[in-house]
């Protein structure tokens, strides 16, 4: 009898609930939804976007909203930005790329040349040399401020080495100087040998053409170098013995040691990583928390990415997502129970050179105070017994 009861009890219940998703169903709006677009956009529950920042027009920069995204694709509309002199608005019909110096043929190149070469999709990120350069003193208090001058991208183009070889080398050849259409003519020295290598004339991210302010309708891609030498609205290379010492490798973009001495071309950039679920501004409850954030590298692949959530006491290998690529982000995730008590949770990563991402207070005994660039130290949060997260 007991055992018919609860079958009834069960059945009772299951009709309860069929009824109520129906009713609720019934009680929905019954109108066709919106129709199609030309271009698709985001559902307008979803609210993340860009800081922006500007000390005068047409300079200044925005940051991605690292903590809001998933995986390592950084949409190209969130992308982070960093401008000297505006974003032009470039004809490619009308825009040439040239190729001379120290070559056997001047070349020009209009887009569509370009685009008739064999080309490369490549899965690279891309970072501003002063992302984190808050760390070095006053550290920030959200991801997207410490961390959002990084974004990652499948990039589309032609190989540098193919443009180059096309134009021949003379024996003499050693530089490359990379000139922007921006007012400023932003330019930057590089050598030979990353043009060489995998350096990418790009026209193409996440399977569109650029946006405008990432250079449309091409831009020089350095994949693992500071984003300052990735030239935007490329319009010129020329080939050089030695660099120009422009006010982009002289006054900027180097690093002031405390001896007064700087550091000059510090062109790859070193293992990094950040949490980016719990982080600075959010909130959780006791219980089970999946740890995760991005990791990246210059030098190559990340190889290991370690957690703490005792201060840097301890530390446990996350998992790392695949496929790794070189020179791109890598998502990585930690399950974790918190039992409710103050944390202290940091991430650190090793490439696979085998350097492994230090302390801000390691960089600041060898470089000092002085420099706003090319910091990748690690980052730690505080998860209060409130559940609140802020900069530790």
């Not at 059945?11 to 698709?40: F, H, N, R």
Request: glycine fraction near 10%; charge should be positive.
């Amino acid at each position: 009898m007991a055992k018919r009861d609860r079958r009834g009890f069960l059945t009772v219940g299951a009709a309860v609930a069929l009824t109520a998703c129906t009713e609720k169903k019934a009680a929905a709006p019954s109108e066709i939804g919106a129709p199609m677009t030309e271009y698709g956009g985001r559902s307008p529950f979803e609210k993340a976007a860009r800081a922006f920042k500007s000390a005068k027009p047409g300079t200044g920069g925005s940051r991605t909203p690292l903590e809001e995204t998933y995986g390592i694709i950084t949409p190209a509309s969130l992308h982070f930005e960093r401008h000297h002199a505006g974003v032009p608005a470039i004809d490619p019909a009308k825009h040439d790329l040239l190729v001379h110096g120290l070559v056997e043929r001047d070349q020009i190149f209009s887009l569509d040349a370009l685009k008739r070469l064999p080309s490369v999709s490549r899965i690279h990120f891309l970072e501003c040399s002063g992302n984190s350069g808050s760390e070095w003193v006053n550290p920030a208090d959200t991801a997207q401020r410490s961390h959002g001058l990084a974004s990652c991208s499948e990039w589309t183009g032609v190989l540098l080495k193919t443009v180059l070889e096309e134009a021949g080398l003379k024996p003499t050849a050693s530089w490359v100087i990379a000139e922007g259409a921006d007012a400023c003519l932003m330019a930057r020295s590089i050598p030979l040998a990353k043009c060489l290598d995998d350096a990418i004339l790009a026209y193409g991210q996440n399977g569109e053409a650029l946006r405008p302010e990432q250079g449309y309708p091409l831009r020089l891609l350095l994949p693992g170098w500071e984003g300052n030498a990735c030239i935007k609205w490329l319009r010129r290379l020329q080939v050089t013995t030695e660099p120009m010492q422009s006010r982009e490798e002289t006054a900027h973009y180097t690093d002031l040691l405390a001896d007064g001495k700087a550091r000059q071309f510090t062109f790859d950039l070193d293992a990094k990583s950040v949490i980016l679920r719990p982080s600075g501004g959010q909130t959780t409850t006791p219980g089970f928390v999946e740890i995760t954030g991005l990791a990246w590298s210059g030098r190559g692949r990340v190889d290991k990415v370690e957690v703490s959530t005792d201060g840097g006491k301890t530390w446990t290998a996350a998992t790392l997502d695949e496929p790794r690529h070189t020179k791109a982000f890598t998502r990585f995730r930690l399950p974790w129970k918190w039992d409710g008590q103050p944390a202290d949770i940091s991430s650190r990563a090793t490439d696979e050179t085998g350097y492994v991402q230090p302390t801000t207070e390691a960089l600041v005994a060898v470089r000092g105070t002085r420099s706003g660039y090319h910091h990748n130290g690690i980052k730690t949060w505080r998860l209060a017994a409130n559940g609140k997260v802020t900069n530790a």
